[in-house]
């Protein structure tokens, strides 16, 4: 069985929406822990966090969905073989 792991590695190399999807999740990420430094949040600057969190999220999501993808198909080709 391939872990997630393992599918995630071959879609940095062959997806390029994946590629994009982590290059900017790992941007957000960087973001916010450059915020997080700051002992206290301005509201704005809270708002800002909430909304980096957010995004960030979506990332997140959306790349498990190109491995839950990545799998069905694998599951298919193997399963019509």
Known sequence: MV???QIAESLRTSNE???ELEESHHRLDVELQ???K????T???EMLKKHIQKEKL???????ACVRDY????EQT????
């Open 71 to 74: 799998r069905a198909s694998l």
């Open 43 to 45: 509201p704005q600057e």
């Open 78 to 81: 193997t399963a019509s073989t």
């Open 17 to 19: 929406e994946y590629q």
């Open 38 to 41: 700051h002992h206290v949040l």
């Open 34 to 36: 450059k915020l997080l």
């Open 3 to 5: 872990t997630d792991e």
């Open 58 to 64: 979506g990332k997140k999501d959306r790349m498990a």
